[in-house]
């Protein structure tokens, strides 16, 4: 293998490293934040139901039903943003984008740990692979740039120069 060649894998391997975790982390934010709204909503219910079950024939204070309606108002508004926003199917398209970017990490990882015999042999492979990662690109949830340079900085990690072979034995 060129030294070229080398080098160009080595920056799909980077790019790829990036957006796979920029979907991993997105995920992991994703997911906190359908949390974040669908915990109070259960505490919420509870409270309402609980209301409503002890003081169906009482007379209550008025400030009391307004603070429950109130509860019920907040109630409707979350479980409306919960099933709007759709977060828990967000959080799950960049899990599956993250590990599917994760499968072509590994790939370039094995072909520069074990190269092709010829020349022929690793232009098929780099074809198919591009095909592969376009494919990828389309079907996977969009990241908005802030997010690729937050982790941009948290790059994974890189192998040694020296660990890879530079040429066909």
């Known amino acids: 293998m060129r030294i070229e060649q080398k080098q160009l894998l080595k920056s799909w391997r980077d790019e790829l490293g990036v957006t796979m975790h920029t979907h991993y982390v997105l995920s992991t934010k994703i997911r906190l934040l ?6 109070p909503c259960i505490i919420i ?3 309402v139901a609980t ?15 307004m603070l429950f309606g109130l509860l019920s108002l907040l109630l409707a508004i979350l479980a409306s943003l919960q099933t709007f926003l759709k977060y828990s199917e967000q959080a ?35 074809d198919k692979f591009r095909e592969r990662w376009d494919e990828l690109n389309l079907e996977a949830p969009n990241i908005a740039n802030k997010f690729k340079l937050e982790s941009g900085a948290e790059t ?4 040694p120069e020296d660990s890879y072979q530079t040429s066909v034995e």
């Open 92 to 126: 799950e398209n960049h899990r599956n984008a993250s590990a599917r970017y994760q499968a072509l990490f590994n790939g370039i990882d094995q072909l520069l740990v074990i190269p092709p015999k010829d020349e022929a042999a690793l232009g098929v492979w780099c």
């Open 156 to 159: 994974v990690s890189t192998t």
């Open 34 to 39: 359908n949390y974040i709204l669908g915990i």
């Open 51 to 65: 209301y409503i079950f002890f003081t169906i024939n009482q007379n209550v204070v008025l400030w009391v039903k």
């Open 45 to 47: 219910a509870m409270l």
